[in-house]
């Protein structure tokens, strides 16, 4: 009985919390990964066991689910928690194949240019013509970052801006690819930004 009061608690305490996200414009994962699915409610010990898994199997679902891993923060309630399994995704360090894997995902992302070195603009939801900035530029560097940080063991932020911070100060080899995304990617955030909010005041979805 008690187990199940639990579940229920759980289940109902996910999906306020999953939609307070939507509404503040998270769309869901499309690896399926959230709260509202019982298999990614459980306790530490499953998730120990499930990162385990996840980071040594040779599966596609299972490297993006433990690549989700990597950005693990605790919103609320005991931190020891999340350091827990933080340190299960340390004691699978390093892991070569995972970082090679999140590496070619961030860089095969198709650059939005034509055969002119022009920028190739796309219809958006509203109709408008213009740049995805959020897939084709912000998306392969947070992804190309993550993966600097998961091979020089930076797991203390999950900050973009701090994985990369971290690996352009380290003797990684890839400190000077780290040093050079740091002012394109504040510029490109700030150009995402300022497009949201201009979105925003005339309506449209940010």
């Known amino acids: 009985a008690d187990a199940e009061r639990a579940a229920a608690y759980y289940a109902e305490l996910a999906n306020r919390a999953v939609a307070a996200l939507e509404t503040c414009g998270y769309r869901p994962p499309d690896e399926g990964v959230t709260a509202r699915a019982e298999a990614f409610r459980q306790p530490l010990s499953a998730w120990r066991a499930a990162y385990a898994h996840w980071a040594s199997a040779q599966d596609a679902d299972a490297t993006s689910r433990a690549a989700l891993c990597l950005d693990l923060r605790v919103l609320h309630g005991e931190d020891a928690l999340g350091d827990a399994l933080r340190e299960t995704v340390r004691e699978h360090l390093p892991n070569d ?110």
């Open 97 to 206: 194949r995972l970082v090679r894997v999140l590496a070619h995902e961030g860089t095969s992302t198709s650059l939005p240019l034509n055969t002119f070195g022009r920028f190739e603009t796309e219809e958006g939801p509203d109709g408008r013509e213009g740049l995805d900035l959020r897939r084709r530029a912000l998306a392969p560097v947070v992804q190309m970052a993550r993966a600097m940080a998961m091979d020089a063991g930076f797991l203390r932020s999950t900050n973009t801006f701090d994985r990369l911070r971290h690996v352009a100060e380290s003797d990684s080899p890839a400190a000077g690819t780290a040093r050079a995304l740091l002012p394109a990617f504040a510029t490109l955030v700030d150009f995402h930004l300022r497009e949201q909010m201009a979105a925003a005041e005339r309506g449209a979805e940010p």
